[in-house]
């Protein structure tokens, strides 16, 4: 079945970075849209950037010139760099398969455009 399992979360003080790694499994088409979601407490799962299967690219306000995605079908993974870290990043970050194969994303990532999530890698700055 497929799987996605994420891993790299921590705490950090503003200014630090991490990087989130997510391994996905069980298909063998690689052309979906992948993404990461992030869902802070109260408040609704926010699409931070995704990736389509010819490397291009989307990332929200929030995080962009901070945030850069990354995939590797090869290695099956989907990786997301996050620099210049603000308490406001804090949040459950998520991994996710998008429905519909085909290569393409459609901007900006919805929650209702992926089928496949991870179970999720909680991420904490303080400042």
């Known amino acids: 079945q497929v799987q996605l399992v994420e891993s790299g979360g921590g705490s950090v003080q503003t200014g630090g970075s991490l990087r989130l790694s997510c391994a996905f499994s069980?298909?063998?088409?690689?052309?979906?849209?992948m993404a990461w979601f992030r869902q802070a407490p109260g408040k609704e799962r926010e699409g931070v950037a995704q990736?389509?299967?010819?490397?291009?690219?989307f990332y929200a306000d929030s995080v962009k010139g901070r945030f850069t995605i990354s995939r590797d079908n090869a290695e099956n993974t989907v990786s997301l760099q996050m620099n210049s870290l603000k308490p406001e990043d804090t949040a459950t970050y998520y991994c996710a398969r998008g429905l519909w194969g085909g290569g393409r994303c459609y901007n900006p990532p919805s929650p209702t455009d992926f089928a496949y999530w991870g179970q999720g890698t909680q991420v904490t700055v303080s400042s």
């Open positions: 990736i389509d299967n010819y490397q291009s690219t």
């Open positions: 069980g298909y063998t088409d690689k052309s979906y849209c």
